[in-house]
């Protein structure tokens, strides 16, 4: 924050700030093009990035809204092949294939932040926007990006 540098950029055209109606127009156009679909989880919109192992994966995203405005984008993150004895779908791959993909888009500086526990998290702040992938099960890495103008990711529950 403290280098006065904003950044609004999320993915696929969503940005913090749009408003409710712009989300669902421009994931509206982007369903009409077969480039999202609806997904059946709690994060309602399904997208199939490529991911820099090869792997299939499936992304699921659903922003939450401050005022009518995008402030946090929650993500989640699975193969589509995963199996718990494949030891090319482990989460702990999952994860780096996730900051591989995160990394093209926001660039290079993810950093590991540790607990006391050993569980980690991989974090990236550019200005305003906080960027952190953890490991969410064994099936699953979770992305949290946070406009820290708006909140502090310690005032967000997944």
Known sequence: ???????EELFLGLEFGMSRKDFFSTCWELNK???????????MVRYQPDLPSGNEANMFFYPRFEGDK??????EFQ???WFPTNPATTSEKLVEDVVGLLSSWYG???FRVEDKSGAFAMVKIDGNRLIRV????????????LDLRVKDITEISS
């Not at 924050?1 to 950044?7: D, E, K, N, T």
């Not at 995008?70 to 993500?75: A, E, G, L, W």
């Not at 953890?134 to 990006?145: C, E, F, G």
């Open 1 to 7: 924050m403290a280098s006065g540098q904003i950044y």
């Open 108 to 110: 290079e500086g993810f």
């Open 134 to 145: 953890y490991i969410k099960s064994l099936s699953a890495v979770r992305v949290d990006i």
């Open 33 to 43: 093009h077969g480039i999202l679909i609806n997904g059946a989880h709690e994060l």
């Open 70 to 75: 995008i402030f946090y984008m929650p993500v």
């Open 79 to 81: 193969y589509r092949n």
